[in-house]
Nanobody
Framework: QVQLVESGGGSVQPGGSLRVSCAASGRICRIADMGWYRQAPGKERELVALATSGGSTNYADSVKGRFTISRDNAKNTVYLQMNSLKPEDTAVYYC???????????????????WGQGTQVTVSS
C-alpha cells in the first residue's frame, strides 16, 4: 500500500513564504518523478513544479523565480518552497508521484501514479 501525505499548508499574507512537504510511504522500490499540482475553485488542476529522478526541475511560468521544488530521496519526500506568495497562489496543493512499488520483490515492481490528499494554501491580507 502506497500513500502520499502532504503537510505544511496554511494561511499566509501576500509576500510571505510557506513550505509544503510530501512524504511517500509503502513498499516503494524507486521513485521516478515527483511533483506538485494545484487547483483553485472553479479552475482546472495545473502542474506547479516537477522534479525528476535525474535531477531536472520544471516550473509553471506563473511560479518561476518564486517557488523551488526539492527532493530528499532517502526520505522519499518532496518539498515545495513557496516565496513571494500572491493571492492567486491560493489553491489546494496536491503531491503527485510516479513510482515503482511492489507487494513482494522489487524485481516484480509495478509503476503507477499516486496522488496525495491535498493541502490548502491560502494567501490573503
Amino acid at each position: 500500500q502506497v500513500q502520499l501525505v502532504e503537510s505544511g499548508g496554511g494561511s499566509v499574507q501576500p509576500g510571505g513564504s510557506l513550505r509544503v512537504s510530501c512524504a511517500a510511504s509503502g513498499r516503494i522500490c524507486r521513485i521516478a518523478d515527483m511533483g506538485w499540482y494545484r487547483q483553485a475553485p472553479g479552475k482546472e488542476r495545473e502542474l506547479v513544479a516537477l522534479a525528476t529522478s535525474g535531477g531536472s526541475t520544471n516550473y509553471a511560468d506563473s511560479v518561476k523565480g518564486r517557488f523551488t521544488i526539492s527532493r530528499d530521496n532517502a526520505k522519499n519526500t518532496v518539498y515545495l518552497q513557496m516565496n513571494s506568495l500572491k493571492p492567486e497562489d491560493t489553491a489546494v496543493y496536491y503531491c503527485n508521484a510516479r513510482l515503482e512499488a511492489t507487494w513482494s520483490l522489487c524485481s516484480y515492481s509495478r509503476t503507477d501514479t499516486y496522488w496525495g490528499q491535498g493541502t490548502q494554501v491560502t494567501v490573503s491580507s
